[in-house]
Structures are given as structure tokens and as C-alpha cells.
T-cell receptor, first 115, second 114 residues
Framework: AQTVTQSQPEMSVQEAETVTLSCTYDTSESDYYLFWYKQPPSRQMILVIRQEAYKQQNATENRFSVNFQKAAKSFSLKISDSQLGDAAMYFCAYSGRGSNYKLTFGKGTLLTVNP | ETGVTQSPTHLIKTRGQQVTLRCSSQSGHNTVSWYQQALGQGPQFIFQYYREEENGRGNFPPRFSGLQFPNYSSELNVNALELDDSALYLC?????????????FGPGTRLLVL
């Protein structure tokens, strides 16, 4: 079974600074996808960024980028120029063809942004 | 383009009762997945529906059941409610073709079982 581990229960960052959230995963599949979702207090799960395992290039979306290390099974999220609106719970998630693309989530990292 | 919607937003039930939660998928999506998120935890996969049939199930008992309708909307039914069923229930829709694309989530239904 696939597992996703987020080792940082809480992180904080100053507004306009950069923060990196860590995620590791375990799988025997070769065809899979990795995601970062954001869940603010409003509770709606919002997609932040997606990475296909077959792509060597790290995904980027504006201020959000990932460091995907396939051999190490590591998938960290970097948030640049942090904004107050980035404060939320961040979940790392795995999805693979062998498991019908169900999402397996980590336990989450609560990000606080200090003004 | 309409996003994923869920109803109701909140629900209070007593132990032993039955509940039905509803989800309307995003336009163009044909797959619906349901997740249970206990307080302070990441979401756990309950099951997925594709072409009106169950297409994968997580570690949940049979009293958790579902339906998908021809318009791709879906229901989650839970019988004989237990206190531990109190959670946020999330629905996610996606398009499945050669592979399944990204899942987009609805706002969730908060269920409290007393």
C-alpha cells in the first residue's frame, strides 16, 4: 500500500519570505501523480500544484514550486513571497494507476503566515 | 463552468440513524470519489464511482454505500450511524479517460453524530 508522510505538523513563515513544506511517499508503482492541496479554515480542499512522476521537470504555479526527487521519493513544496492568504493546512497526496487513482493523503502541515 | 457542489453543508444525526449526502460533479467530469476527513486528519478514501458503478473502495464497512446517477452526480449513504462517523465528508470529481485526471473537491458536508 502507498503511504504519504508529512513530518512537519506545523510551520510558520514571515510575510514575503519563503517556506518549504516536506513530504515523502512510498510506492512500488511507476505510473503515479503527486499533489499539494491547500485547506483553509473554510475547509474547501483546493489544488495547489500537481506533478506527474514521469516528468523530470519540477512543476511550478506562480509562487508555488515543487522539488520532486523520484529516487528519494521526496516531494517538497516551496512557497515564495508568502502572503497572509497562504495560511492554511497543506496536504501532500499521492495518486496511482494501480489503485484506481484514489488519493492517499498525508496528515497535513499547518502553515501560519506572520505579518 | 460550475464547480463541485455538496449538500447539505451541515448535518446533525443521532446514533443508529441513516444519512444521505449529495454531490454534483463539475461540468465535464465523469468520476466521483468520496473521502472522510476526521478532525485533525487527512482525508481517507471511502469509494469511487465511474459510469454508475463502484470503482474502488477503501477500508470502510458495507454500511457506507453510494450511487452515481446518469448525470454523474452521486450520493453517499451511511446506515446505522456511529459516533466515530462524525467527520467532514468530501466529494471530489474528475475526468477518467485513458487515465484519471486531477480530482477537484467540493466544500464538504460536516456530519455530527450524537
Amino acid at each position: 500500500a502507498q503511504t504519504v508522510t508529512q513530518s512537519q505538523p506545523e510551520m510558520s513563515v514571515q510575510e514575503a519570505e519563503t517556506v518549504t513544506l516536506s513530504c515523502t511517499y512510498d510506492t512500488s508503482e511507476s505510473d503515479y501523480y503527486l499533489f499539494w492541496y491547500k485547506q483553509p479554515p473554510s475547509r474547501q480542499m483546493i489544488l495547489v500544484i500537481r506533478q506527474e512522476a514521469y516528468k523530470q521537470q519540477n512543476a511550478t504555479e506562480n509562487r508555488f514550486s515543487v522539488n520532486f526527487q523520484k529516487a528519494a521519493k521526496s516531494f517538497s513544496l516551496k512557497i515564495s513571497d508568502s502572503q497572509l492568504g497562504d495560511a492554511a493546512m497543506y496536504f501532500c497526496a499521492y495518486s496511482g494507476r494501480g489503485s484506481n487513482y484514489k488519493l492517499t493523503f498525508g496528515k497535513g502541515t499547518l502553515l501560519t503566515v506572520n505579518p | 463552468e460550475t464547480g463541485v457542489t455538496q449538500s447539505p453543508t451541515h448535518l446533525i444525526k443521532t446514533r443508529g440513524q441513516q444519512v444521505t449526502l449529495r454531490c454534483s460533479s463539475q461540468s465535464g467530469h465523469n468520476t466521483v470519489s468520496w473521502y472522510q476527513q476526521a478532525l485533525g486528519q487527512g482525508p481517507q478514501f471511502i469509494f469511487q464511482y465511474y459510469r454508475e458503478e463502484e470503482n474502488g473502495r477503501g477500508n470502510f464497512p458495507p454500511r457506507f454505500s453510494g450511487l452515481q446517477f446518469p448525470n454523474y452526480s452521486s450520493e453517499l449513504n451511511v446506515n446505522a450511524l456511529e459516533l466515530d462517523d462524525s467527520a467532514l465528508y468530501l466529494c471530489a470529481s474528475s475526468f477518467s479517460g485513458e487515465y484519471q485526471e486531477t480530482q477537484y473537491f467540493g466544500p464538504g458536508t460536516r456530519l455530527l453524530v450524537l
